[in-house]
């Protein structure tokens, strides 16, 4: 069962939302805030008393304290709470994601959505999910904000401050450390393979020596691993695909 803080200046909205929340029997405890700095003062006793926050439901333009900033302080807790962000604007889907949101809903909140996030923060906060299903990371193209699945990236690679996902349509570029998604990945079947190459074992289809180094047949793209993580690449895809590397 889940414990969760609803956050929103606007009473109504807030009201609204506690309420869908408290008919999923899935959540445990809905506790409200309104605005940006009670939430903080909230979270901050709640850790300091030793009681649990799975999920933080945000709503992003607020005056003072706004819930990107709050989501930026939250993320330095030692066990930070989830974060679904509640907003009625558009715009900041990326950023929110870079805060490794587990969802992102539009007002007016329809139930059956509400549902689905609740489902997904219920997902992230217990076991990983070794089928990874349904993440998505978006990503600017041009002004338009594309949704790529995380079933969809063949490897990561890291940039500097950025990681660009592979996939069967192209590559994508996105603002986020490579262990900041290996973090949120766990579990799904993601390998590191190098210090700056994340790959999707289920998209590997062959392991080979080739002049002294470990090549990955990963998609239509060929990788090297580097010696320091061979035996564990190895045999993490002995595990997975049993029979096949051997």
């Not at 803080?5 to 009201?15: G, H, N, R």
């Not at 009625?88 to 549902?115: G, I, M, T």
Request: hydrophobic share 45%.
């Amino acid at each position: 069962m889940l414990r969760v803080l609803a956050v929103d200046d606007e009473v109504p909205a807030l009201e609204e939302l506690a309420y869908l929340l408290r008919q999923d029997t899935r959540i445990e405890q809905v506790l409200t805030a309104g605005d940006g700095v009670a939430a903080l003062q909230d979270m901050v006793q709640m850790i300091g008393a030793g009681e649990r926050l799975d999920g933080v439901f945000l709503d992003i333009r607020m005056p003072g304290l706004d819930g990107l900033d709050l989501a930026r302080l939250v993320g330095g807790f030692p066990s930070p709470p989830r974060l679904v962000f509640v907003t009625a604007h558009d715009d900041c889907a990326v950023q929110a994601f870079e805060l490794e949101a587990v969802d992102y809903l539009l007002k007016p909140v329809r139930a059956d959505r509400l549902a689905e996030a609740v489902r997904r923060l219920d997902a992230a906060t217990g076991p990983a999910d070794e089928t990874g299903h349904d993440d998505v990371i978006p990503v600017e193209l041009g002004g338009r904000t594309r949704f790529v699945p995380q079933q969809a990236v063949w490897f990561a690679e890291a940039k500097g401050d950025y990681v660009r996902l592979h996939t069967v349509d192209g590559s994508y570029l996105v603002r986020m450390s490579l262990a900041a998604l290996e973090r949120r990945w766990a579990g799904a079947g993601f390998i590191r393979v190098h210090r700056s190459t994340l790959v999707s074992a289920k998209h590997v289809s062959e392991l080979r020596f080739e002049g002294g180094k470990v090549m990955l047949t990963v998609g239509t793209e060929t990788l090297p691993v580097s010696r320091r993580h061979t035996r564990q690449v190895r045999e993490q895809l002995v595990n997975q695909h049993r029979g096949v590397f051997t």
